[in-house]
């Protein structure tokens, strides 16, 4: 059985995953039965809700169709029973093992989810009611919509026409910018999330959306859809933002056009490719593709950091690529040095000045005389002489020598030489000075220099991690206080050496600095559960402090893999 969350196989028979600890039942399964739902025509909040029927069961709670008497109106209300738990009656019992504390603090977080609806007032954003506590749990009522889901339009793996994919994808991100701008962020952004009903496209599915603070390392709870879900929220502690659900987001829109979920992050981290939008589906425009993958990114800084500036690259990849026009040129005329003055002939005698720049053969393509009884050739427009006698033309009286014509004569002189030709160099030139440019950009990277020093001063960092790591097996365990003395004296110290060495590590990028603060959380989580491993005296306590050294492991898994995907993106070596 493979882990939706961390992709490591299981046995068959596991309940929870080796790796991370997380449960392998598929939690999207209805988790009650007909029995622990509410029978129909349950009375709830003092008669001011009915129950109607049970619409589906999550790993969170159970989803009615209801009716509110005050307004006669159809509504959905939500039931916190989460897996595991038991109704005596209309009492609700947490599950065995849940703590007083702990279900409190599960209600309180339900709760949140009624609050964070109604702080948004959008008609893509389900709309919600009222929140109250009943029956030793927790209710809310929100609008109930008539419609499928995204993933039902899906399942036969056809893909939506361009338009109406995004159209959808620009109605749920214009939604969650009201969510982000107040400060919270969806975290499960996914087909089976967005319902499409009376034209409207609506997220629904709040219970996982959390308060964040941008730009700072904040430890979440590690729910989250494997396709949909960025690297980032693999880990307990990282950097989320509004980015993260722009990932989300573009997944959703991916699959939407494609008819495939992309590939999880953890797995593109480890190097399987991404296939090009346009080349699954033909309809797609280079353009649109590329602007679908930018928000696809593994690395963060490289993915668009809002939803806003996303979707304004969808905008720009839908308008048709127009090719400046070419500026019109005018034909450039030659000036004539000298106009020329043509005057008829004169038949006076050879002293009479002549007024002609140009005799006469100089002008006329044919000949100036010709013999008594034979025609002259016609003229250059095929038009024959009149009928008569041929005329004959005066023989020139001036004995000066004919002027040869110059080419300043000439009106219509071409600027360039026919025979002119570009030195030899130029064409080489020409080839070779794009290509030297192109190779420069294609290697120029401000971040390599700095990731290459960053790298070399890591190396041996993660080597005093291996042989902290390569302790755990070597300890005493002859007894419980024998294992906590040896793992305090030879265990602890250098994972402390670790994270200390990792809080003086300096980068200058901000890829290289995101990545040195992901290996730094997972480190200290680590150096944490050693620390109540060693203090731990019950059998549940040092459970739980095995569970905790299990994830922090996990993520130093996840930072291997997404620092690997670095180090190929610009090129570093191993």
């Not at 944490?528 to 492991?553: I, Y």
């Amino acid at each position: 059985m493979i882990c939706s969350v961390c992709q490591t196989p299981n046995a068959e028979d596991a309940n929870f995953c080796r790796a991370c600890g997380s449960p392998l039942e598929p939690l999207s399964e209805p988790v009650a039965s007909d029995g622990a739902a509410l029978a129909a025509r349950t009375v709830l909040q003092r008669g001011a809700f009915v129950i109607e029927e049970l619409l589906g069961a999550g790993g969170f709670g159970l989803t009615y169709r209801a009716t509110e008497n005050a307004l006669g109106r159809t509504v959905a209300i939500k039931e916190f029973f989460p897996f595991g738990s038991t109704r005596d009656g209309l009492l609700v019992r947490s599950p065995a093992g849940v703590s007083p504390e702990e279900w409190r603090g599960s209600l309180e977080a339900f709760r949140q989810e009624a609050l964070s609806l109604a702080r948004f007032n959008h008609p893509a954003i389900v709309r919600a009611y009222a929140v109250w506590a009943e029956n030793g749990t927790a209710y809310f009522a929100m609008e109930f919509l008539r419609g499928q889901s995204l993933q039902k339009r899906l399942d036969g793996g056809k893909p939506l026409p361009v338009d109406e994919a995004l159209e959808i994808i620009e109605s749920i991100g214009a939604a969650l910018e009201r969510v982000h701008e107040a400060g919270f962020l969806h975290r499960d952004i996914k087909p089976d999330n967005i319902l499409l009903c009376d034209g409207r496209a609506v997220l629904i599915d709040f219970g996982t959306a959390r308060a964040f603070a941008s730009d700072k390392t904040t430890p979440m709870t590690q729910l989250l859809t494997p396709g949909y879900a960025p690297l980032e929220q693999y880990g307990r502690r990282a950097r989320f933002g509004p980015f993260t659900d722009v990932y989300a987001l573009a997944a959703t829109i991916y699959h939407a056009l494609s008819g495939h979920a992309p590939p999880p992050s953890t797995d593109r981290a480890s190097g399987v490719e991404l296939r090009a939008l346009d080349e699954l589906n033909p309809r797609i425009s280079p353009r649109l593709a590329r602007a679908v993958e930018a928000a696809l990114e593994i690395s963060v800084p490289k993915r668009p950091p809002s939803v806003q500036a996303w979707l304004h690259l969808l905008h720009e990849a839908q308008k048709p690529s127009v090719a400046p026009p070419l500026p019109a040129q005018k034909p450039s005329v030659a000036p004539l040095a000298t106009p020329l003055s043509i005057a008829p002939p004169t038949t006076g005698d050879s002293s009479s000045p002549r007024t002609t720049s140009l005799s006469s053969e100089d002008v006329l393509p044919w000949p100036q005389t010709a013999p008594s009884g034979v025609p002259l050739p016609t003229s250059p427009t095929n038009a024959p002489f009149p009928s008569g006698p041929a005329p004959t033309f005066p023989p020139a009286t001036s004995t000066a020598p004919r002027r040869q014509p110059a080419a300043s004569d000439v009106p219509f002189a071409p600027a360039i030489a026919p025979d002119a030709r570009a030195p030899r160099w130029v064409v080489p030139t020409l080839v070779i000075v794009p290509l030297l440019l192109l190779a420069f950009w294609w290697n120029y990277d401000p971040a390599r220099g700095d990731l290459r020093d960053f790298d070399a001063r890591l190396r041996p960092i993660l080597s005093l991690s291996q042989e902290a790591q390569a302790v755990l097996p070597s300890l005493d365990r002859t007894s419980p206080e024998a294992f906590a003395a040896d793992l305090t004296q030879r265990a602890l110290p250098p994972q402390q050496s670790v994270v200390s060495h990792l809080e003086s590590l300096s980068a200058r990028s901000d890829e290289a600095l995101y990545s040195r603060d992901q290996l730094l959380d997972a480190q200290r989580d680590r150096l944490q559960a050693l620390q109540n491993l060693s203090l731990a005296r019950e059998d549940s306590e040092r459970g739980a402090a095995v569970e905790e050294l299990r994830r922090a492991d996990q993520e130093l898994r996840v930072w291997r893999d997404d620092y690997a995907y670095l180090k190929r993106q610009h090129r570093v070596g191993n």
